[in-house]
């Protein structure tokens, strides 16, 4: 396979960490905030509201940083 299409199998690569990055952030922190306004007032205790809200946030955040670092090292790996 020559260069170029080493270089666009690291791109579509990358593409592909930088797309499970936003999904992560949009699905996974996003979503849990949003639901946080509809909560019943019900469900006050913390431990159930780290649970259900803030551990997903940090759990997406830390798959989207961990994607988008990936995406970085294989856009570092394309040739000139």
């Known amino acids: 396979m020559g260069k170029a299409a080493e270089n666009e199998r690291l791109k579509l690569r990358a593409t592909f960490f930088n797309n499970i990055a936003v999904g992560a952030v949009v699905g996974g922190a996003l979503l849990p905030y949003l639901a946080l306004h509809q909560t019943v007032a ?12 803030v551990l997903p946030i940090i759990l997406a955040f830390a798959v989207a940083i961990a994607s988008r670092l990936r995406a970085d090292s294989l856009a570092r ?3 000139d």
Do not use: A, D, V, W
Not at 43 to 52: A, S
């Open 77 to 79: 790996q394309i040739k």
């Open 42 to 53: 019900g469900m006050t205790t913390p431990t159930q509201l780290f649970f259900r809200f």
